[in-house]
């Protein structure tokens, strides 16, 4: 199975998974024209060779407008509108409008650089500048979700609808190169699967026109629900929504790296210097079978009927449960009783903790999270005399195993 794995020890921009993703590709110059031709308004794409702690690696350099704009997304409000900018691990931004004080710390380019696009994008013509790329419907697709979730998550932070979410010019086509380059290149290597490791945020504080706030920005924070993160220690925002919106939508699954063969290994380099090298990592090669992380949640109880545990059993299993099992045992006083075992997905067991306490007797249930080895399965559909069957075809570590859907069975049994 062809396995990408992107590794974001120092958080994730748009522009660092591109430079990575760039070099998987192998030619780096010929992502560099493939981009450069899709059509994206005034944006010029330009990786060059960047050097992090020693190590060598590749920078994405976006212009747009004729502006090299940064990565993070500081949000702030201006006669009713909200406002987008995008920015890197380097610079603090002040910016403040209607007659008072601009201040910028930027090292590419000047205050004038700006003034002459304080114009704003609606999410309607992000949509039409996608739209009318020269990319493939899935790009379109994949980069359109993708803005949609940083819209989503402005739209929370500020406590406006989507619709009155207002981009700044330079900052939205910033995004979406980083967006839509993400896509083309990821179409390009074409992973069966996309694994992530858990984001690192950095912490501390950011400043904005309208005060300080927490890292993760409040947008970031929004679009990470769900994903597994933490802190670090590293002070400063290393995760930007673009980065966080794009992995977000394209990881099957978050953890650490399976087992894989690795044939080629990307370094996209962040532009500030810190203590730890800058960059974010991307593997791409042949993984046998699957791995993931699985939370088993365990339970005992003496009081539930035989009908009540088999319909607590169903009520587990439709909700999503990967396995639901029972066990006979002794418990205290010698009573007879029922040991719950309950497979489910790292990021549900507070969900399926609510589900047990609701649908059984139990007051108290035990857990631990536990890694897991799988096979890697498929189904195909075989002809045979008796009409067609469906085969499932279980793939890993050397081994390949292979049984029909027994549904189909009994149904050719009961026909035939």
Same mark, same amino acid.
């Given at each position: 199975?062809?396995?990408?794995?992107?590794?974001?020890?120092?958080?994730?921009?748009?522009?660092?998974?591109?430079?990575?993703?760039?070099?998987?590709?192998?030619?780096?110059?010929?992502?560099?024209?493939?981009?450069?031709?899709?059509?994206?308004?005034?944006?010029?794409?330009?990786?060059?060779?960047?050097?992090?702690?020693?190590?060598?690696?590749?920078?994405?350099?976006?212009?747009?407008?004729?502006?090299?704009?940064?990565? =993070?997304? @500081?949000? $702030? /409000? !201006?006669? &009713?509108?909200? *406002?987008? %900018? +995008? #920015?890197?691990?380097? =610079?603090? @931004?002040? $910016? /403040? !409008?209607? &007659?008072?004080? *601009?201040? %910028? +710390? #930027?090292?590419?380019?000047?205050?004038?650089? $700006?003034? !002459?696009?304080?114009?704003?994008?609606?999410?309607?013509?992000?949509?039409?500048?996608?739209?009318?790329?020269?990319?493939?419907?899935?790009?379109?697709?994949?980069?359109?979700?993708?803005?949609?979730?940083?819209?989503?998550?402005?739209?929370?932070?500020?406590?406006?609808?989507?619709?009155?979410?207002?981009?700044?010019?330079?900052?939205?086509?910033?995004?979406?190169?980083?967006?839509?380059?993400?896509?083309?290149?990821?179409?390009?290597?074409?992973?069966?699967?996309?694994?992530?490791?858990?984001?690192?945020?950095?912490?501390?504080?950011?400043?904005?026109?309208?005060?300080?706030?927490?890292?993760?920005?409040?947008?970031?924070?929004?679009?990470?629900?769900?994903?597994?993160?933490?802190?670090?220690?590293?002070?400063?925002?290393?995760?930007?929504?673009?980065?966080?919106?794009?992995?977000?939508?394209?990881?099957?699954?978050?953890?650490?790296?399976?087992?894989?063969?690795?044939?080629?290994?990307?370094?996209?380099?962040?532009?500030?210097?810190?203590?730890?090298?800058?960059?974010?990592?991307?593997?791409?090669?042949?993984?046998?079978?699957?791995?993931?992380?699985?939370?088993?949640?365990?339970?005992?109880?003496?009081?539930?009927?035989?009908?009540?545990?088999?319909?607590?059993?169903?009520?587990?299993?439709?909700?999503?449960?990967?396995?639901?099992?029972?066990?006979?045992?002794?418990?205290?006083?010698?009573?007879?009783?029922?040991?719950?075992?309950?497979?489910?997905?790292?990021?549900?067991?507070?969900?399926?903790?609510?589900?047990?306490?609701?649908?059984?007797?139990?007051?108290?249930?035990?857990?631990?999270?536990?890694?897991?080895?799988?096979?890697?399965?498929?189904?195909?559909?075989?002809?045979?005399?008796?009409?067609?069957?469906?085969?499932?075809?279980?793939?890993?570590?050397?081994?390949?195993?292979?049984?029909?859907?027994?549904?189909?069975?009994?149904?050719?049994?009961?026909?035939?």
């Amino acid at each position: 199975m062809k396995t990408l794995y992107i590794e974001c020890n120092m958080g994730a921009a748009g522009d660092m998974l591109l430079a990575s993703l760039a070099e998987l590709t192998g030619d780096v110059k010929a992502c560099e024209e493939k981009l450069n031709s899709i059509g994206i308004p005034d944006v010029t794409y330009q990786f060059e060779e960047s050097v992090k702690c020693g190590i060598k690696g590749t920078h994405a350099h976006v212009t747009a407008l004729g502006v090299e704009e940064d990565e =993070h997304l @500081h949000e $702030h /409000t !201006h006669e &009713g509108h909200v *406002h987008s %900018h +995008e #920015h890197t691990h380097e =610079h603090e @931004h002040d $910016h /403040t !409008h209607g &007659g008072e004080e *601009h201040h %910028h +710390e #930027h090292g590419d380019h000047e205050h004038g650089d $700006h003034e !002459h696009h304080h114009h704003h994008a609606h999410m309607s013509d992000i949509e039409n500048i996608i739209n009318g790329l020269n990319v493939s419907e899935k790009v379109k697709s994949d980069a359109l979700a993708v803005y949609g979730l940083i819209a989503e998550a402005e739209s929370k932070a500020h406590g406006r609808p989507v619709t009155d979410i207002h981009f700044h010019e330079v900052g939205t086509m910033d995004a979406v190169a980083d967006i839509v380059g993400v896509c083309v290149l990821l179409e390009q290597i074409d992973p069966d699967r996309i694994v992530v490791s858990p984001l690192a945020t950095g912490f501390g504080q950011v400043r904005c026109a309208h005060g300080i706030l927490p890292v993760p920005a409040p947008a970031t924070a929004s679009i990470i629900e769900g994903v597994p993160t933490y802190s670090g220690d590293v002070e400063g925002e290393l995760l930007t929504p673009t980065g966080a919106a794009l992995l977000k939508h394209f990881a099957d699954s978050f953890g650490s790296r399976p087992v894989m063969a690795i044939e080629k290994t990307g370094y996209g380099m962040g532009k500030k210097d810190f203590p730890k090298a800058n960059m974010l990592r991307t593997f791409i090669g042949t993984s046998e079978g699957e791995g993931d992380k699985v939370v088993e949640l365990r339970f005992n109880v003496d009081d539930m009927t035989g009908e009540e545990i088999g319909y607590a059993t169903g009520v587990l299993m439709d909700s999503g449960a990967l396995d639901v099992f029972t066990t006979p045992v002794f418990m205290k006083k010698n009573r007879p009783g029922i040991l719950f075992t309950v497979l489910v997905k790292a990021e549900e067991k507070e969900k399926f903790a609510g589900l047990i306490f609701e649908n059984t007797s139990t007051i108290g249930i035990r857990y631990v999270e536990m890694d897991r080895f799988k096979l890697a399965r498929r189904e195909e559909k075989v002809m045979t005399r008796f009409g067609e069957v469906r085969v499932k075809v279980s793939e890993g570590f050397g081994v390949t195993k292979a049984k029909p859907e027994f549904d189909d069975v009994a149904d050719i049994a009961d026909r035939k």
